[in-house]
């Protein structure tokens, strides 16, 4: 009864809401400076806290920067810059390091504490380091990570550098900056669930308006994904993901992470569109939504693939009702898992989600490894309020001896102190190309 109950408020809920689901100054300017900002000064101290790390050193340069240049200001680094962020008895500090060439308009950003501005013929490592050595610092973190590459953009020959001007004692306290990264990107702003939000609302949108196009036996895949891009192009939007896997427009049997084939939708197919956009060229959605093709004489789809689509669907709200703050990335994946099993769903590899923001992978807890035999470290991660997730509910029939269908209507989700809330109204019911 509570099932029903929560898809009939839905059901009403996406009628309501997806007509007006355009309103997005996406010719406005970028909010992401004013965002950097308040990231920096309010979510990156805790991060740091919660790391326990005393200082974090980044080092950027040009042509081949560091992953998270644009999170701290050092995205327009010519000659090697390094940024540095730490606590001292009078509190949290950042610090930024840049040649001369670069250090006055970094300063008129007012990003960080103090810009000093380094002659192009110095080091602005060796300013660095010369200060860092002053300090009392248990540990300073630097981007060196063998499981998350947001957090891996120091380079060999940087390292290097850095060791032989700290020298061995100092060099000794230098640990990753895995879980500053970790405890930093995995939670967004307010404002940032907003954009996403605003993503989320436009990429479910356009995939409606892509059904409508399907005209059985003539449109093929490939013309659903120019559909898609099109509909990019003329917003200004950018890809979510590799350009050509998105969208990735499936009729046939499952693909997994590919590119629009010319494969032509034929009645009695079920359709899988996965798409994400990129807003302000900086956060990206990730939604699935699913239809099938009526048959000449077909007002709805067959039992059976509508109870395939029920029970995918369903497996997503069960995903949804676990996901609240403490609860590990692994017992999400469980939740869903049951289901799966009661309604004898064929084997699906993939994770029930993932952290969705920056990238469509994002940094956070990963809601997997109930199903497969390894486990990611991530899994056994709390979420906690403020993360986002892209996370699908499954359901997999085999087609035939080697090939298999899988439902996996995919949503988004922000956790909130209370539970999860979607950032759009959730697919409930299959799309019917031919009414």
Sequence with gaps: MLLKKLLLSMSLLFSLALPNAVAVELSADSPWPAIRKQRIN??????????????????CRENNNDPLADHIGCENAGSTAAY??????????????????EAKALAELAIHDEVISVP?????????????????????????????????????????KLSLLLGPNLEKRLVSSEEIVYQWLSIKLPA??????????????????????????????????????????????????????????????????????????????????????????????????????????????????????????????????AMKPGIKGIEVDAEQSVLMKKNQSEFVMWSTGHPVGYVAHDTGPNLGGARTATVRPAAHRKLKVGMV???????????????????????????????????????????????
């Excluded at 996996?408 to 909130?416: F, P, Q």
Aim: proline share 4%; charged share 25%; aromatic share 12%.
């Design 389 to 435: 997730f892209a996370f699908d509910g499954f359901f997999s029939w085999r087609l035939d001896a080697d090939n298999f269908k899988t439902i996996s209507v995919e949503e988004m989700a922000v956790i909130t102190k209370t539970g999860a809330e979607y950032l759009i109204p959730p697919q409930q019911e299959l799309v019917l190309v031919g009414q």
């Design 42 to 59: 309010e979510l990156l101290p805790q991060a740091m806290k919660t790391a326990k790390v005393d200082a974090w050193l980044i080092v």
């Design 84 to 101: 540095l962020f730490y606590f001292d008895k009078k509190g949290f500090h950042s610090k930024a390091y840049s040649p001369s060439s």
């Design 120 to 160: 192009r013929s110095a080091s602005t490592l060796e300013y660095a380091t010369n200060f860092i050595k002053k300090q009392s610092f248990s540990s300073v973190a630097i981007n060196m990570s063998d499981s998350n590459a947001q957090a891996d953009g120091l380079s060999h020959t940087q390292y290097q």
């Design 192 to 321: 940032e669930v907003d954009i996403l939000r605003k993503a989320a609302e436009l990429t479910a949108l356009w995939q409606l308006q892509a059904y409508k196009t399907v005209i059985p036996g003539k449109t093929t895949d490939s013309d659903l994904a120019k559909f898609l891009k099109a509909k990019m192009l003329k917003h200004g939007v950018k890809d979510a993901w590799a350009a050509d896997q998105n969208p990735n427009v499936n009729s046939g049997p499952d693909r997994g992470h590919s590119h629009a084939t010319d494969k032509i939708i034929m009645p009695g197919d079920v359709i899988q569109i996965d798409f994400g956009i990129r807003l302000f060229d900086r956060w990206v959605s990730d939604i699935q939504r699913f239809a099938y093709v009526l048959k000449s004489g077909e007002t709805k789809a067959p039992d059976h693939i509508q109870k395939y689509w029920e029970n995918g669907r369903d497996s997503g709200f069960a995903a949804f009702q």
